[in-house]
């Protein structure tokens, strides 16, 4: 595609419902990028895609969190039994090795 | 591990120029990178350091200085749309991209 694109741009669900975010990054990238963003915070990495390598994991919060990169494409992040401190933006971006190139992201309400 | 630091906000007046600090410590380096982002939007790429020294694009400079885990972001003319966050952010020797908390730039007339 064009650009990175992510979906949904907007998910409001409930406390304890587990979600999933989808990434579609550019075509070609090879890598592929999770980040998470509170109001006002910078970007804290979750996890990286780098092609059929073993995914670095180091930055996701706790096992509720999982990601996945099926074919080396289309990436999705999965919150299970979601709190209220997991309301954020969920930024994807891809490179080819050299600057990431961000979707628009997934902001995420947990009520 | 890694560690960014920036101060976390600047004013500056239209017109004028303004440096925005960074400082890194990582295990292993492999580049490091300057975004803006507007509120509400995605980051947007501005400059790319792997050696030392300045790289210049239009009114945006970027400068690194590997033996000091130094980097700055140099705005000259600056502009009120230049009102944004200005993330740095440092490419590990195995390629993960971890980014400072960001630097908001606020500009008046």
């Known amino acids: 595609g064009a650009g990175v694109s992510q979906s949904p741009s907007n998910k409001v669900t409930e406390k304890g419902k587990d979600v999933e975010l989808r990434c579609d990054p550019i075509s070609g990238h090879t890598a592929l990028y999770w980040y998470r963003q509170s109001l006002g915070q910078g970007l804290e990495f979750l996890i990286y895609?780098?092609?059929?390598?073993?995914?670095?994991k180091s930055g996701l919060p706790s096992d509720r969190f999982s990601a996945e990169r099926t074919g080396g494409s289309v990436s999705t992040l999965t919150i299970q039994r979601t709190q209220q401190e997991d309301s954020a933006v969920y930024l994807c971006?891809?490179?080819?090795?050299?600057?990431?190139?961000f979707g628009e992201g997934s902001r995420l309400t947990v009520l | 591990g890694q560690n960014i630091d920036q101060p976390t906000e600047m004013t500056a007046t239209e017109g004028a120029i303004v440096q925005i600090n960074c400082t890194y410590q990582?295990?292993?380096?492999?580049?490091l990178f300057w975004y803006q982002q507007h509120a509400g939007e995605a980051p947007t790429f501005l400059s790319y350091?792997?050696?030392?020294g300045l790289e210049e694009k239009g009114r945006f400079s970027s400068f690194l200085s590997r033996s000091k885990g130094y980097s700055y972001l140099l705005l000259k003319e600056l502009q009120m749309k230049d009102s944004a966050s200005y993330l740095c952010?440092?490419?590990?020797?195995?390629?993960?991209?971890?980014f400072g908390s960001g630097t908001r730039l606020s500009i008046r007339p």
């Open positions: 895609f780098q092609g059929n390598s073993a995914p670095d």
């Open positions: 350091n792997v050696l030392d």
């Open positions: 971006a891809s490179s080819k090795g050299g600057e990431l190139f």
């Open positions: 952010a440092v490419r590990s020797s195995a390629s993960k991209i971890i």
């Open positions: 990582t295990s292993g380096f492999n580049g």
